[in-house]
């Protein structure tokens, strides 16, 4: 860890406490804390599911949500409710170590990714667990922590664990500095407040040359992720968005976006992600996805070189090459953060009463 840069971050906070800047905001994350320590185990295995729609809607990494009911409803009918509860008490309560705790968490609970398990991780217990999100990870990077998470297949319990003993070293050194009441959420502040703006103007002066590399390594083409990403980008664009769907007989493909046109029937789009293995199975599994008639477009999700391959082989092929679309994964994961980040700056302005929603 860069001991130079921390050091500044620390002195920069130390200001703000004197001249009591951003009390309010700092007050906001024990009143969080002091919210969520309400649930115990026992309340938690009594949960309602009006009850999961508050607890969950709480969090920071679901403010891209504005309608909070409607992803609610969706992960327990992913999961199924009383999973998600006694996964939660696990996580969140468990004996085990942190690593196992937390693999079995994401491997069997969907839709609650890295940043809310970790923000309810350190609600919980803010002396152990750091907040790790996407932000969280750029003040990391920043610091010269090694081997920072940048995809969601990369947030293992094993990096997991370690990042929090990255923020536990940054919390003893506030502590040295002679900063009192430290715990890993007042890290987290100053990871936003602090840490994140230096990190942004730094990354514009060596204009996101490190960034680029690490995003055109075909190693970090991961299968789930960029599914997930393209069913999130089917929701905030108002479709009706699912993953691993029967579409026709023998088709089953990884995403569609749906949408009802009044009285008249829907219109599917269809997305299959190719990182490895046979194209000839992937065409067979659009052709056969255009039976539906209601498939408007198949699209094709690949890097640049096999997108390449997908159009040659399905050249000529009946019902594909009018129908096929082609999209590069890192213009979907472009796109997911742009929607994402508009998203929270919309729900942010709150033009909707929650009453209305």
């Known amino acids: 860890m860069n001991k130079e840069k921390l050091n500044v971050s620390i002195k920069e906070y130390k200001k703000r406490i004197e001249r009591l800047v951003d009390i309010e905001v700092i007050n906001e994350r024990q009143e969080r804390k002091k919210y969520y320590q309400s649930w115990s185990k026992e309340r938690i295995k009594n949960m309602t599911e009006d009850e999961f729609v508050e607890y969950i809607g709480k969090l920071w990494s679901m403010i891209v949500w504005g309608n909070k009911k409607y992803i609610a409803d969706k992960i327990i ?160 664009l108002g479709f009706e968005s699912k993953s691993e769907v029967k579409i026709a007989d023998g088709a089953i493909v990884d995403a569609i976006w749906q949408a009802q046109i009044g009285n008249m029937g829907k219109v599917i789009y269809a997305f299959e992600v190719q990182t490895h293995g046979s194209i000839d199975s992937l065409i067979l599994n659009l052709q056969k996805a255009t039976n539906n008639f209601a498939v408007q477009a198949i699209v094709a999700v690949s890097d640049e070189k096999q997108i390449e391959k997908i159009k040659k082989e399905s050249k000529g092929i009946h019902n594909i090459e009018t129908k096929l679309k082609t999209w590069n994964y890192l213009e979907v994961m472009e796109m997911h953060d742009c929607l994402e980040r508009s998203n929270e700056i919309i729900n942010n302005l709150e033009l909707v009463p929650e009453s209305f929603i």
């Open 77 to 236: 009918k992913l999961n199924g409710f009383e999973n998600i509860k006694n996964m939660l008490i696990d996580l969140l309560y468990g004996t085990e170590d942190i690593e196992k705790r937390w693999d079995r968490f994401y491997k069997n609970i969907k839709q609650i990714g890295p940043s809310s398990m970790s923000e309810l991780l350190s609600y919980i217990n803010p002396n152990e667990y750091v907040v790790c999100n996407k932000v969280t990870c750029a003040c990391f990077k920043y610091l010269e922590v090694p081997k920072v998470p940048v995809y969601n297949y990369q947030y293992t319990g094993k990096n997991y664990k370690r990042l929090c003993n990255e923020a536990k070293e940054i919390k003893s050194k506030m502590y040295e500095e002679g900063i009192k009441n430290v715990d890993l959420l007042i890290v987290d502040y100053i990871f936003w407040d602090i840490v994140y703006p230096a990190s942004k103007k730094d990354n514009e002066l060596k204009n996101n040359e490190e960034e680029l590399i690490i995003e055109k390594d075909d190693k970090k083409f991961i299968h789930n992720d960029i599914i997930n990403q393209i069913v999130e980008i089917g929701q905030w």
